[in-house]
């Protein structure tokens, strides 16, 4: 198993045991016992508001065996995400290729959902830069993407904070998502790799 340490952050790239770390956070691989506070997460409105809704059979089972079927296929999931020092599962952060066709696609997105409980702690985008390190540093992904509903603030909030940006031109309409429905509208931020790599020669 090999280590490779960066600032705060140690990838092991063993993908069965693999694990992102930061100061306070764990991405890791799935285990049979995220299957209900993931459930659980998914159940609670106020986190799934900008999001499609899960059945709870979906959030039990389909949405974490698609991604550990992702890892093993791309090297890249929504990995589970855990609190250092309590061993608490908090969320899924991660990243993905996009499974639809757009003016963007093929594309990697990157995105996140955290359990309400850990709101306002910074996770979110503490977990998602570790991501973003993974797909640029071990993955040397050209770009990466994330989009958001419209109304959805706080994600923009977090993209911006990662270094993305966005172009309004680029918004577009969700095709998995049914006319209507308010989250068709997205907004679409982008990171290159280049952009990326300055952004961090900024921060040392």
Not at 23 to 34: K, Y
Not at 91 to 114: C, D, K, M, N, Q
Not at 150 to 156: F, L, M
């Amino acid at each position: 198993m090999s280590v490779v340490s960066d600032k705060d952050l140690t990838m092991i790239t063993n993908l069965e045991s693999m694990q992102i770390q930061t100061e306070r956070l764990i991405l890791r691989s799935w285990q049979e016992a995220d299957r209900q506070p993931f459930a659980d997460m998914s159940a609670d409105e106020r986190v799934m508001e900008h999001l499609m809704p899960l059945t709870p059979h979906d959030a039990y089972y389909t949405w974490i065996d698609r991604q550990i079927d992702a890892l093993k296929q791309h090297g890249m999931c929504f990995w589970a995400v855990e609190a250092k020092e309590s061993r608490l599962f908090i969320g899924a952060v991660g990243l993905l290729p996009v499974s639809y066709e757009a003016h963007f696609t093929p594309a990697v997105e990157i995105g996140w959902r955290i359990a309400r409980a850990f709101w306002g702690l910074g996770y979110a985008p503490e977990a998602a830069a570790a991501a973003l390190r993974y797909g640029f540093d071990s993955l040397k992904l050209p770009e990466i993407v994330a989009n958001a509903g419209v109304a959805n603030k706080i994600s923009a909030r977090v993209m911006e904070k990662l270094g993305m940006t966005r172009d309004a031109h680029d918004d577009f309409q969700h095709p998995l998502v049914a006319e209507g429905n308010p989250l068709r509208s997205q907004m679409l931020y982008r990171l290159s790799r280049c952009r990326w790599l300055e952004l961090q020669g900024a921060d040392r």
